[in-house]
């Protein structure tokens, strides 16, 4: 049976998590024992996925799930984080995010980067390249999966590795983000002293006007999990996916890394995190992006080697 990096990453991810569960589950783990068993569920279906693709049993819809299953599981489990971010600690931990970025800077970035560009044309280039990093995954993602299946494998594989870090750090450090200024969570409320560092706790009208501050609203009102902030995984994986344009989609890598720098400054801008969360994303980019393609090229079988188009007349 030919397990892929990427299995092992997902079963890994699966296992850890749901040892997490069983063993360290407390008041505020809604329905544990379905979680649990949720992850039993995943462990079994991925195992019978793997086989009969590999028996050459497969139909349709094992084919759909042998490349894609770990898409699917990604907004699960970034949900799932939201709901075991206080096995290990009872309080939230942005005390200590917020005293680091005043430490660093004097002040707090997530704040006043916006106070001192409230205009609309500068907002929605921020949210829009916010709102990119959803286009960045699926875009390459598909990219890929059209081109060369080989090549596919190889971005799911190491993204997917980077994301399940993320995940478990948000389970073990539970951190909001910028928006426990605007005493958006009821169940965290910050000292007076820290509330303090942000007097100024409002969006700029402009801002508001915004049609991607209206999308990315909507996404963060229906999708977002309390306690994921830092490393920022926007960062992470928008760097991630960056790598892959240079590796395999050339004529889109200059595009697609300015994109993602602007949507580094966005993470700030924008609200959703700290400065220390973009810079410890970018530190897990760097660290994890080469450990994955070390660990892909170590757990598979036999590593195909694909071309690299030339860089003459791509761009």
Same mark, same amino acid.
């Given at each position: ?16 998590? #749901? ?16 979680? &649990? ?18 028996? #050459? ?24 984080? #939201? ?69 596919? &494998? ?30 958006? $969570? ?7 002293? $820290? ?14 006007? #915004?049609?991607? &501050? ?24 928008? $760097? ?42 970018? $530190? ?32």
């Amino acid at each position: 049976m030919k397990y892929k990096f990427v299995d092992y990453a997902t079963q890994g991810y699966t296992l850890l998590v #749901g040892l997490l569960i069983l063993l360290f589950h407390n008041a505020t783990v809604p329905h544990w024992r379905w979680l &649990f068993a949720s992850h039993i569920t995943i462990l079994l279906i991925i195992h019978f996925v793997v086989r009969r693709y590999e028996a #050459g049993r497969s139909g349709p819809v094992v084919d759909f799930l042998r490349h894609f299953y770990p898409v699917l599981l990604y907004a699960w489990f970034f949900s799932e984080t #939201g709901w075991l971010n206080r096995m290990f600690f009872h309080d939230y931990l942005d005390a200590v995010a917020i005293r680091l970025d005043q430490a660093v800077f004097g002040f707090q970035p997530a704040m006043l980067f916006m106070e001192k560009l409230p205009y609309l044309v500068v907002s929605e280039l921020f949210y829009a390249s916010y709102f990119s990093y959803y286009v960045m995954i699926a875009g390459v993602g598909f990219a890929l999966y059209a081109r060369n299946r080989s090549q596919f &494998f190889h971005y799911v594989s190491v993204v997917s590795f980077v994301f399940y870090f993320c995940y478990a750090i948000y389970i073990l450090l539970p951190i909001i983000g910028p928006r426990v200024f605007f005493h958006d $969570l009821a169940e965290y409320t910050l000292p007076d002293q $820290l509330q303090r560092l942000a007097p100024v706790v409002s969006y700029p009208g402009a801002v508001k006007g #915004g049609l991607f &501050f209206r999308v990315m609203a909507f996404i963060y009102r229906v999708f977002e999990a309390p306690g994921a902030a830092l490393p920022s995984s926007h960062v992470a994986i928008a $760097l991630c996916t960056v790598w892959f344009s240079f590796r395999y989609l050339r004529a889109i890598r200059y595009v697609h890394l300015v994109v993602a720098l602007l949507l580094c400054l966005a993470t700030v801008y924008c609200r959703y995190h700290y400065a220390v969360d973009v810079l410890t994303g970018v $530190l897990t980019a760097a660290l994890l992006v080469p450990l994955g393609n070390w660990l892909y090229s170590r757990t598979s079988p036999v590593l195909e080697k694909v071309e690299i188009p030339s860089s003459r007349g791509d761009g």
